[in-house]
Nanobody
Framework: QVQLVESGGGLVQAGGSLRLSCAAS????????MGWYRQAPGKQRELVAG???????NYVDSVKGRFTISRDNAKNTVYLQMNSLKPEDTAVYYC???????????WGQGTQVTVSS
């Protein structure tokens, strides 16, 4: 059974940094496509950053140059390094995995990120 456990959220001032972690169990992160989504109050959930099994990354325009998604295969963990945070980055951030063979999708429980101005 695949499980994703996020950590690293919190309250930070504008301009600060946070690093989110997503620890996976039940599968190997390096063979699956993974991503970070976020959902702010009253808004739809959006893809923030993704990483393919081959290591290709993609970002929503609003975070390009500020956020970096990465993967530690030894720890079976995916990270989202968030720098130069803005109040509009405030949201619940979710880790997402698409299993390679079955295309089944899995979500973490979410972690709150709040950026104060």
């Amino acid at each position: 059974q695949v499980q994703l456990v996020e950590s690293g959220g919190g309250l930070v001032q504008a301009g600060g940094s946070l690093r989110l972690s997503c620890a996976a169990s039940g599968t190997i992160v390096s063979i699956n496509a993974m991503g970070w989504y976020r959902q702010a109050p009253g808004k739809q959930r959006e893809l923030v950053a993704g990483i393919s099994s081959g290591g290709d990354t993609n970002y929503v325009d609003s975070v390009k140059g500020r956020f970096t998604i990465s993967r530690d295969n030894a720890k079976n963990t995916v990270y989202l390094q968030m720098n130069s945070l803005k109040p509009e980055d405030t949201a619940v951030y979710y880790c997402h995995l698409v299993r390679a063979r079955t295309r089944s999708e899995y979500w973490g429980q979410g972690t709150q990120v709040t950026v104060s101005s």
